[in-house]
């Protein structure tokens, strides 16, 4: 099972998502685009509030200060699952990263949008997939 983080990062009653191209028929990301909390997958002896910290640096270029556990997601068909945390950062821009682990020379993530903030308790709730990933029309 895949193991993932998401870190949720508000102000002023937005929330910070990170633009993503999906992989085409050729595998290379040049798809649909859509939307997506930052994270990704946690690392070998890594613990889920440091692969939280590791990711939103790459991703955004932002330092948590603190990460708070907020609920565990198990993914549809058995396949992981992913830990949303609740991340403080420092002031400042977000500023567009890179994802390292990715092996293609095509970009997968293509940029950082600030949308209306889902409310706390969405998060918790039966329906907050729609919120993790959002599809861009």
Same mark, same amino acid.
Not at 22 to 32: E, I
């Given at each position: 099972?895949?193991?993932?983080?998401?870190? $949720?990062?508000?102000?002023?009653?937005?929330?910070?998502?990170?633009?993503?191209?999906?992989?085409?028929?050729?595998?290379?990301?040049?798809?649909?685009?859509?939307?997506?909390?930052?994270?990704?997958? $946690?690392?070998?002896?890594? /613990?889920?509030? *440091?692969?939280?910290?590791?990711?939103?640096?790459?991703? &955004?270029?932002?330092? &948590?200060?603190?990460?708070? #556990?907020?609920?565990?997601?198990?993914?549809?068909? +058995?396949?992981?699952? /992913?830990? $949303? #945390?609740?991340?403080?950062?420092?002031?400042?821009?977000?500023?567009?990263? /890179? +994802?390292?682990?990715?092996?293609?020379?095509?970009?997968?993530?293509?940029?950082?949008?600030?949308? @209306?903030? @889902?409310?706390?308790?969405?998060?918790?709730? @039966? *329906?907050?997939?729609?919120?993790?990933? &959002?599809? $861009?029309?």
């Amino acid at each position: 099972m895949r193991e993932r983080v998401a870190a $949720i990062i508000e102000r002023d009653g937005l929330v910070l998502m990170v633009r993503h191209r999906s992989k085409d028929a050729s595998g290379r990301h040049v798809g649909q685009e859509y939307l997506t909390l930052p994270g990704g997958g $946690i690392e070998p002896g890594e /613990t889920s509030a *440091d692969a939280v910290r590791r990711e939103v640096a790459e991703e &955004v270029c932002l330092r &948590v200060t603190d990460a708070t #556990f907020v609920r565990r997601v198990e993914h549809r068909q +058995d396949v992981g699952a /992913t830990s $949303i #945390f609740r991340a403080h950062v420092d002031d400042g821009p977000a500023a567009l990263g /890179t +994802d390292p682990e990715l092996e293609c020379t095509c970009p997968r993530l293509v940029g950082l949008e600030w949308i @209306p903030a @889902p409310g706390r308790g969405d998060w918790e709730g @039966p *329906d907050v997939w729609s919120h993790l990933k &959002v599809a $861009i029309s």
